[in-house]
């Protein structure tokens, strides 16, 4: 809508000089003026259509009636004519700055002068009215780079990849050392139950051995040393009477080095770290708020020895197998999402589950229940109806009541997170542990309204026993330490 000023002039001159002498005199104020910002113009404003017409009408409009309204004094002065002035291009005008802006009413007022952007100011004064500001364009660009992150920096933390089985990287003198006298306690171990003179001293010589041997230096040509006589624990395990722990330990070793050709000692091996240094610009480009990083993890691209983690069943784990990072779980095919407790297959189907000890927040709690053999584990938050009625189960819900109306297994993981909140000790001391397969065989209703649901699940028989204390705790001492050793080079890279 075009504004219009309307103004009584007393003057000596003709109608077209009093107009020039009033643009004239604003002119010659234009470098006070640029100092000047109006409301709605330039790069940085919400809504620019609507506050510029607003405020430009009341800002512009009542200074100029004002100023035009008062008394010009021209010569002759005797002769005086009254005119009417329609000022219909406000914008080509610029106000006199004042110390204090003056009222509708011609008085003074209290209220500070808003500063004008310089280049809108500038600008504005020779833009035709109702043409669109010459930032308009920049400030909608800036816009959506506003709702963006700016990364100044990349850094990617790439864990040393071990030499692949085909180029044989040779080993040294201490290193073959090493594997040989690993073989021989484990063998003498052996012997004794077979013999069955087995004492405290050499158990505990055997278990702690085979705690070390994943971390030994090996390669394909030389893994025999080893792998010759953890075959014949794993065969023999049961009619020896050997602990279930010592066989477990045993039969993870040659998977590894036998069955996956995978030597790499390295707890984070495959996983990639990287950190990024971001900065939020402004709608101006510039730097808006404190720097923030980024952190992130990822497995290695075309890592070899990735397993699928939608197959069912035990899918090449051991009971007790552990691991310091979920996305480790990922890696090695026990669990398929780097975050989450719930991961499905193809089907939609639950096939593992990580218990963590539930959900608590000032306003939700659902607490997992741990008794060891029986868990009591709470799906994920669904949505409100929109008619009222009861909620939408989430995606990860309906997974797990498929898996109880198709009576399918699911493994189970328990996470050092539920110790922290004050769970069950079942859980390790930290990482991640696998304690076996698990089947739904109930399920109960906690919140109609956002379709929370609880799950029983039983154990299956005739596993092993979860290795959550005793001698065969996992995690153990040496992977503990190990971790500690890698944990502290992690945290550094953030």
């Not at 100092?35 to 919400?46: L, M, N």
């Not at 790439?158 to 484990?186: F, G, Y």
């Not at 309906?398 to 993981?413: D, F, P, Q, Y």
Request: hydrophobic share 30%.
């Amino acid at each position: 809508m075009a504004t219009s000023v309307t103004a009584s002039v007393t003057t000596s001159r003709p109608l077209r000089q009093d107009t020039i002498d009033l643009t004239e005199s604003a002119d010659d104020d234009s470098s006070e003026a640029s100092d000047y910002k109006p409301t709605g113009g330039g790069s940085g404003s919400r809504n620019r259509g609507q506050n510029h017409r607003t405020s430009s009408s009341k800002e512009f409009g009542e200074t100029n009636a004002t100023s035009s309204s008062r008394e010009v004094k021209s010569e002759p002065r005797g002769q005086s004519v009254d005119k009417e002035v329609v000022l219909d291009s406000i914008f080509s005008m610029k106000p006199k700055k004042r110390s204090q802006p003056v009222g509708g009413n011609g008085s003074s007022s209290s209220a500070q002068p808003r500063r004008r952007n310089q280049d809108s100011a500038s600008a504005g004064s020779k833009r035709r009215r109702g043409s669109p500001s010459p930032d308009h364009n920049l400030y909608a660009k800036k816009k959506t780079q506003r709702s963006k992150l700016t990364y100044e920096s990349t850094e990617q933390f790439i864990r040393r990849r071990s030499e692949s089985p085909v180029e044989e990287t040779k080993l040294t003198r201490q290193q073959i050392i090493d594997l040989e006298n690993a073989a021989h306690k484990v063998s003498t171990g052996y012997r004794a139950f077979r013999d069955g003179t087995i004492t405290d001293r050499q158990l505990w010589s055997m278990r702690t051995t085979l705690h070390r041997i994943p971390f030994l230096i090996v390669n394909a040509l030389h893994r025999n040393i080893v792998t010759d006589v953890l075959k014949q624990v794993r065969r023999d395990g049961r009619d020896l009477q050997i602990p279930s722990d010592i066989v477990l330990d045993a039969e993870y070793i040659l998977n590894r080095w036998l069955h996956n050709d995978d030597f790499d000692p390295d707890l984070l091996r495959g996983i990639n770290k990287t950190k990024r240094v971001a900065q939020r610009l402004d709608a101006a480009g510039q730097p808006r708020g404190g720097k923030k990083t980024i952190t992130s993890s990822s497995l290695e691209d075309g890592y070899r020895w990735r397993k699928n983690a939608r197959i069912r069943g035990h899918n090449g784990l051991v009971i007790g197998q552990w691991w310091p990072l979920q996305i480790c779980c990922l890696r090695d095919g026990a669990h398929g999402v780097i975050e989450g407790g719930i991961s499905a297959d193809s089907d939609g189907i639950a096939v593992s589950i990580i218990i963590s000890g539930g959900t608590k927040s000032p306003n939700l709690t659902y607490e997992d229940e741990d008794l060891l053999h029986t868990i009591h584990y709470c799906g994920t938050r669904g949505d409100k109806a929109s008619t009222g009625g009861p909620g939408i189960p989430s995606n990860a819900t309906k997974s797990m009541i498929r898996a109880l109306e198709t009576r399918k297994e699911v493994r189970v993981i328990r996470s050092f997170k539920s110790r922290e909140k004050g769970a069950q000790n079942y859980a390790p001391a930290e990482g991640f542990r696998y304690d076996g397969l698990y089947r739904v065989t109930a399920k109960e209703c906690l919140d109609v309204e956002h379709a929370m649901w609880r799950f029983r699940l039983e154990r299956w028989a005739g596993q092993p026993e979860v290795r959550w204390q005793g001698e065969g705790v996992k995690p153990t001492s040496e992977e503990r330490h190990r971790w500690g050793d890698v944990k502290d080079l992690w945290k550094n890279v953030v």
